[in-house]
T-cell receptor
């Protein structure tokens, strides 16, 4: 069965510092991997996705993530945090390849706090 | 281009009542999935509809049911509400048909597009 583990339910960084949010996955087939952001009282917005093309994926708002098969990881990074990055971040895995069903398994989320 | 729209945005019910939530998918999408997000948790898959049939179901009781209409819009129904049903209910759409039959183009990404959600409070 597929699963996603997000290490650290809360992460605090100073404005301008590196953001690193950790995600490890478990999948028996090559996965699709996603990072979503959720602002208070809003739905989920896609940051970036890995679909077996380049292992380093660039997303919106300066975020990127690197797929490392040997470590079963898909950590999210941003070189310099901005106050507007404060939100909840979710990593998700999908085994939709070939099945077309797009069922996602989400992690429990990491709340990012940016300190002035 | 309208994205995924959900209604109502907020509602309050009491235990034992029934609720219906509605979703219109993004233009060009024919598959709708529903997720439940309890406070402080990640979204949990409820079920998915394609061609007006339930195609996959997560670990939710039969009190949770759904429907998809010919225009691809969908409803989520929850009967005999419990306090634990209080959550944000998210609808997501995806272009299943294109990816399934052609396997090419932007549809072949496994990407879901989410609505803003319907926040249900059960008292």
């Amino acid at each position: 069965a597929q699963s996603v583990t997000q290490l650290g339910s809360h992460v605090s960084v100073s404005e301008g510092a590196l953001v690193l949010l950790r995600c490890n996955y478990s999948s028996s087939v090559p996965p699709y991997l996603f990072w979503y952001v959720q602002y208070p009282n809003q739905g989920l917005q896609l940051l970036l996705k890995y679909t077996s093309a380049a292992t380093l994926v660039e997303g919106i708002s300066g975020f990127e993530a690197e797929f490392k098969k040997s470590e079963t990881s898909f950590h999210l990074t941003k070189p310099s945090a901005h106050m507007s990055d404060a939100a909840e971040y979710f990593c998700a895995v999908s085994d939709s390849r070939g099945s077309g069903t797009y069922k996602y398994i989400f992690g429990t989320g990491t709340r990012l706090k940016v300190l002035a | 281009d309208a994205g995924v729209t959900q209604s109502p945005t907020h509602l309050i019910k009491t235990r034992g009542q029934q609720v219906t939530l509605r979703c219109s998918p993004k233009s060009g999408h024919d598959t709708v999935s529903w997720y439940q997000q309890a406070l402080g948790q990640g979204p949990q898959f409820i079920f998915q509809y394609y061609e007006e049939e339930e195609r996959q179901r997560g670990n939710f009781p039969d009190r949770f049911s759904g429907h998809q209409f010919p225009n691809y819009s969908s409803e989520l129904n929850v009967n005999a509400l419990l306090l634990g049903d209080s959550a944000l209910y998210l609808c997501a759409s995806s272009p299943l048909r294109a990816e399934f039959y052609t396997g090419v183009g932007s549809a072949d990404t496994g990407e879901l597009f989410f609505g803003e959600g319907s926040r249900l409070t059960v008292l």
